[in-house]
Nanobody, 122 residues
Framework: QVQLVESGGGLVQAGGSLRLSCAAL????????MGWFRQAPGKEREFVSA????????YYADSVKGRLTISRDNAKNMVYLQMSSLKPEDTAVYYC???????????????WGQGTQVTVSS
């Protein structure tokens, strides 16, 4: 069983930056692929980024490539999402997710955090 706790969300102006953090409690962190998803009001949850067990492979949605960077620190049981050049359309609740295999779909992840709100003003 893995518990995930996100932090770092907030209000930022367009063009600004934020770093989201996700702490994993329980389990062996390096056993899990970690993902970030987001859900805007009235929209379905969508894939943002994922990183494999030792960080050797990273995946991004086309809409965030070049602006968002995922990373992890297995010694600290943490995964991060550095967000820059933010746009109003990035406004959403961002969720951290974990799974032994992972992927780019919500169904690919067994464990989820509670989410953190990111609001980008124009």
């Amino acid at each position: 069983q893995v518990q995930l706790v996100e932090s770092g969300g907030g209000l930022v102006q367009a063009g600004g930056s934020l770093r989201l953090s996700c702490a994993a409690l329980g389990g062996t962190f390096s056993d899990y692929t970690m993902g970030w998803f987001r859900q805007a009001p009235g929209k379905e949850r969508e894939f943002v980024s994922a990183i494999t067990w030792y960080g050797d492979r990273k995946y991004y949605a086309d809409s965030v490539k070049g602006r968002l960077t995922i990373s992890r620190d297995n010694a600290k049981n943490m995964v991060y999402l550095q967000m820059s050049s933010l746009k109003p359309e990035d406004t959403a609740v961002y969720y951290c997710a974990a799974d032994r295999l992972g992927g780019t779909g919500s169904v690919d992840y067994a464990y989820w955090g509670q989410g953190t709100q990111v609001t980008v003003s124009s």
